[in-house]
């Protein structure tokens, strides 16, 4: 027999070894080590506590009050929301500021409380920002006093768009449809073209209509509610497979927002 044979007791070279046999031969897999569970995400409160405290830490001097704005405020956050805060401050030295808590994004303004108690009443994204606002840090109720007076200033109702102003909206948005539909052979700044005329679009919708500005997610719904043509064509325009088909159903949604605007005298 060949010495090099590799034969086992009980079998010859034409009778090899059988699956059983080999399988029982192979060791036994161990486990896979228990992995550390993934660390609990923090809470919304607790982004907002460590926001809270950053801002104290470094403006903690001349700090008046501190709102949170936007979804927060309105507990409406979604995974990519941001964490917006207005800090009122008594100093000048005014700014933004972005920073990171987690995986959030936080956007601070600091902003002087003379200045803005003053421009409540006047500046129209105000009032909607603030109403809402949930104050996380006051001294002698500042914040809260800031929240009442825009509660009070929105329920006025923003203030009405002169003659002038209809007809300035009206131009400024058939100007960019227009240069958009000129600009037709350069597909990038076309695009660019229509998001300046749909952006002015809506401002004037609620500047004639006499609406407050909503937050940018409800701007379409609302739109529709108050509105449904408007809200329809508006669809229809923003989902047009064509450029030539956005720029048709531009023109009808422009035409339905400013049906009751004239045109600019001729001079001529």
Request: net charge neutral; with cysteine.
């Amino acid at each position: 027999m060949d010495q090099n044979s590799t034969s086992r007791p009980g079998q010859t070279a034409s009778n090899p070894p059988t699956r059983e046999e080999l399988l029982a031969e192979l060791l036994d897999i161990p486990e896979p080590p228990e992995q550390p569970a993934s660390p609990a995400s923090p809470s919304q409160e607790e982004l907002i506590a460590a926001a809270l405290r950053y801002v104290r830490g470094k403006r903690g001097g001349d700090l008046v009050a501190v709102i949170l704005v936007g979804s927060g405020a309105r507990r409406a956050l979604t995974p990519h929301s941001d964490l917006d805060l207005i800090a009122l401050i008594t100093g000048q030295d005014e700014g933004e500021e972005t920073f990171r808590v987690a995986d959030r994004e936080v956007e601070v303004r600091y902003r002087g409380y003379k200045a803005v108690e003053q421009e409540i009443m006047h500046v129209p994204r105000l009032p909607p920002l603030l109403r809402k606002g949930r104050v996380l840090f006051e001294i002698e109720g500042a914040g809260a006093k800031l929240v009442e007076r825009a509660n009070q200033r929105f329920r006025q109702g923003p203030p009405a768009a002169s003659l002038n102003e209809k007809i300035r909206l009206k131009v400024g948005c058939f100007h960019w449809l227009g240069k958009a539909e000129d600009l037709q052979h350069q597909p990038a700044t076309a695009q660019y073209l229509l998001g300046l005329f749909v952006e002015d679009l809506v401002q004037a919708f609620f500047r004639l209509r006499g609406f407050w500005l909503t937050a940018p997610a409800d701007v379409l719904r609302f739109i529709a509610s108050r509105d449904s043509q408007v809200g329809e064509l508006l669809d229809r325009f923003l989902t047009a497979p064509t450029f030539s088909e956005r720029i048709a159903l531009g023109r009808q949604v422009a035409a339905q927002v400013f049906k009751d605007v004239p045109s600019p005298p001729r001079v001529d």
